[in-house]
């Protein structure tokens, strides 16, 4: 496994070959040597640890989903019969859906080749809303998460909110589930929390989340 420490207690693993550039191979080898995989997983799980695994190719998401991962993210190409499993096993869906939301443009610029590469990248892409629809209808955990990439969380909740993933669910992706879920508990009084506050319930309009009347950080506040 491959990846770093983000948190105490999870394990990030990335394993997209492919994603990147049209001379990588479509698979995800990385997973497909399984025993250690698993052997891995069970080890990280015994100590109270959880593992996230990036997968972007239907063999490395199906591989995935069959470990018992914790935390799914992209998600691409992911088989739409393995939601139920997915759900009745607590993996979370985290599909990154800002992350390739520069694929729509690039596709309309220049048609997505006949080839693999080409296939890929064009369903992939074409699939996800429905896909992330049907992880939300399946009652699988669906998470606001950016791969790495700050400042664009209401703009995630806008593309979870335009797949069919109700406002208040997008919204809770992006907090006090994804918080809980990251092992920091739910929202109360005296727990360690950076804030940020609306003139309007975000729950309702998702849209407000661009224009924060109220920010503390670390316990200072900065507006
Ligand atoms: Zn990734």
Not at 28 to 48: F, K, N, Q, T, Y
Not at 105 to 121: E, I, V
Not at 153 to 178: F, Q, R
Not at 195 to 213: A, C, K, T, W
Request: hydrophobic residues 40%.
């Amino acid at each position: 496994m491959r990846g770093g420490w983000l948190l105490p207690g999870l394990v990030d693993v990335h394993t997209h070959p492919g994603a990147d550039s049209p001379g990588d191979p479509l698979d995800d080898s990385v997973l497909r040597r399984d025993a250690e995989g698993a052997s891995r997983l069970r080890r990280v799980h015994a100590i109270g640890g959880r593992v996230a695994v990036h997968s972007q190719h239907e063999d490395g998401c199906t591989a995935a989903v069959f470990a018992g991962v914790d935390s799914l993210e992209h998600g691409r190409h992911l088989r739409l019969d393995l939601l139920d499993r997915m759900g009745d096993q607590g993996t979370v869906l985290v599909p990154t859906m800002c992350a390739s939301s520069g694929t729509k443009a690039s596709l309309r610029k220049q048609p997505p080749a006949s080839d693999a590469w080409g296939r890929w990248k064009s369903t992939g892409w074409e699939r996800h809303p429905n896909l992330v629809r049907c992880a939300f209808e399946a009652g699988v955990t669906v998470l606001a998460g950016t791969d790495g990439a700050a400042g664009i969380i209401a703009d995630e909740v806008d593309c979870l909110v335009a797949a069919g993933v109700p406002a208040d669910v997008a919204v809770g992706g992006a907090s006090w589930v994804a918080r809980s879920w990251l092992g920091f508990g739910d929202l109360e009084h005296g727990a360690l929390a950076d804030i940020v506050g609306y003139d309007e319930d975000p729950r309702v309009h998702p849209d407000v989340l661009r224009r924060p009347s109220r920010i503390v950080l670390r316990g200072r506040v900065v507006r």
